[in-house]
């Protein structure tokens, strides 16, 4: 059984910066790309950034380039999302999620088989 738990969100205020954890349980990790994906109120989930992996590959969504940057720690079994120079339309809670087949990561959240229960992130201006 795959568990997957967020963590590091709160409130901020614009340029500020925060850095989410996401502690992943379960065989094969490393096998796996994983991805963060946010919900802001009223919106749609949408991508944020997911790494493959190795962790030698990373995309990102163009809202977020420059400014947040995923990383992964295979012996953890823990995958990061640092996030600089926050702006208050990064506003949404936070989800952290495992694809469902190794491979490269993916922008469709279709492609994810486990998601954890997120973590909110407030930018106040």
């Known amino acids: 059984q795959v568990h997957v738990v967020e963590s590091g969100g709160g409130l901020v205020h614009t340029g500020d910066s925060l850095r989410l954890s996401c502690q992943v349980s379960?065989?094969?990790?490393?096998?796996?790309?994983m991805g963060w994906f946010r919900q802001a109120p009223g919106k749609e989930r949408e991508f944020v950034a997911t790494i493959d992996w190795s962790g030698d590959k990373t995309i990102y969504a163009d809202s977020v380039k420059g400014r947040f940057t995923i990383s992964r720690d295979n012996a953890k079994n823990t995958v990061s999302l640092q996030m600089n120079n926050l702006q208050p339309e990064d506003t949404a809670v936070y989800y952290c999620?495992?694809?469902?087949?190794?491979?490269?990561?993916?922008?469709?959240?279709?492609?994810?088989?486990?998601w954890g229960q997120g973590t909110r992130v407030t930018v106040s201006s």
């Open positions: 999620a495992r694809t469902k087949n190794p491979g490269f990561g993916s922008r469709w959240d279709a492609d994810y088989a486990y």
């Open positions: 379960g065989l094969y990790f490393s096998s796996f790309p």
